[in-house]
């Protein structure tokens, strides 16, 4: 159970139309935890399977292209800053990729694009909400946030958001528990 009043809270959820994996399996939903690492991926990587070749000399673990992004990451981290690590995960893949993620050892949040297909609308510390789709996220701000402008984030900028306080960063993939349901129904 998660208490709302005592601690900070970050929930990620994401709607995808599929675009190369089986989308009856629960293991290719998002979000995507690995490494310490969770992340959420807007898009395609066209060259994913010859990145798993070539950099990590081995065959794709599976179908979902977005599974590269935190072991990636988690790799180029052990030597290199978050800024220059997502910049060459951008260098490398191909295709389209918006993402968000979060680090279990870091207290940081990090959003990037190749595409501009980013929103993000917040006041400092208090709340921080993003979007692919300007519009979506136009109509919580008006609802919700109090008509806060709603901002894009341009291609291939870096947005970090960084959290006030250190804490022990616990991440509950509500998916892992579904992974061996095999008739789960989804519309």
Request: glycine share 4%; hydrophobic share 35%.
């Amino acid at each position: 159970n998660i208490d709302l009043t005592q601690d900070d809270l970050i929930l990620t959820g994401h709607t995808r139309l599929v675009t190369n994996c089986d989308r009856s399996l629960i293991a290719n939903n998002q979000p995507v935890v690995s490494n310490g690492i969770v992340v959420i991926h807007n898009g395609i990587i066209c060259n994913y399977s010859s990145i798993w070749r070539d950099v990590f000399k081995q065959n794709p673990p599976s179908e979902l292209d977005t599974d590269i992004i935190p072991i990636f990451l988690a790799q180029k981290l052990k030597s290199h800053s978050l800024e220059e690590a997502l910049e060459s995960l951008y260098q490398v893949i191909e295709g389209d990729a918006s993402i968000c993620c979060l680090f279990e050892d870091r207290n940081v949040l990090a959003l990037k694009t190749n595409t501009g297909s980013l929103y993000y609308s917040g006041i400092s510390n208090e709340y921080f909400v993003f979007a692919s789709q300007h519009a979506f996220l136009k109509k919580i701000s008006e609802k919700y946030l109090a008509s806060q402008p709603v901002h894009q984030l341009k291609p291939h900028v870096i947005k970090l958001l960084s959290f006030d306080q250190p804490k022990k960063t616990n991440f509950i993939d509500l998916n892992a528990s579904q992974k061996e349901k095999r008739d789960l129904k989804r519309c």
